[in-house]
């Protein structure tokens, strides 16, 4: 199969079989990490990208700038790149080296905020640093992921339909939580062709997401300390908070049970499945999203001197694995 552009490379049906990782789950894993950009965030950019296109019709020289902790970053960087347009991606200190070296290798021009907002993170100065770039630069165009539409058209269209593709008697559906665009398509979606599905937010502790306490988070990815404009949370869906031990943890034992690396976000939504097991039907599917694979968490996550740095105690939480 020969392809015109890398971004045009999305994979949108590609589940493991992850039965036994939890008691009595039938559960599959949804791989989104397996195109070009390495993340679900590929579908995402390329409906703020359309939309930006439709509308103002963006093209060669223009300029845009969006927030992201990598994943977005990149796969806007694999759309941009190849048509002539100017990036600019607003990371913070949690961003991945790996993410900033991929970003900046695609020519997308990386700025690094070291300010905390008033929940513990960095999103708010993020967003700030972003609104006054555009006051002093008019032709600044911003997809702006946490509040436009396409964001959650895309997973509409795509994540939520592929799986009830692949799984028609799908029980639940879990979904990591940050920008929400995933979590607001796949709902959407599922109210309208299968209201029996359960739909989980999945979100990390410190976000504020869902009215926790903020507070500094370390893995990047996942929850929020501010709230993005796309989140309605209505009740229509379930929700659960992990700590970010067990993020860890759940990578590492995927890692050592599997053979796979995947991401922080994977690992949060893993140990939701593992926290949740006791409430799932036997015998309907159990779907969890993995939004990227492990691969830029090499320095981090999976860095045995940075896990005893922050987690000292994980061994402990190893074992209950």
Known sequence: MIFDAAYDVVTDDIFLDMTGFAPGVDLRLKLEGLNPAGSIKLKTAIALIEDLVSRFGIGPGDRLIESSSGNLGIALGSLCAPRGISLTIVADPNTNVAAIRTMRAQGTT???VTDRDANGGFLQTRIDYIRSQMKQDRKLFWPNQYANPANSSAHYRQTARSILTELPDVGAVLVGVSTSGTLMGCLR??????????VIAVDSEGSILFGGQGAPRLIPGLGASLRPGLLVDDGD??????????????????ARRYGLLVGGSTGTVLAAVRRLAHTFRNGEPVVAISPDTGERYIDTIYS??????????????????
Not at 237 to 254: D, G, I, K, L, N
């Open 110 to 112: 990386v700025v690094v």
């Open 189 to 198: 979606f599922f109210r309208e062709y299968r209201p029996t599905t359960r």
């Open 237 to 254: 869906y379930e929700r659960v908070v992990v700590p970010e031990v067990e993020t860890v943890s759940a990578c590492h034992m995927v």
């Open 304 to 321: 045995e001197q940075w896990v005893a740095d922050h987690f000292p105690g994980i061994n402990t939480v190893l074992a209950r694995w």
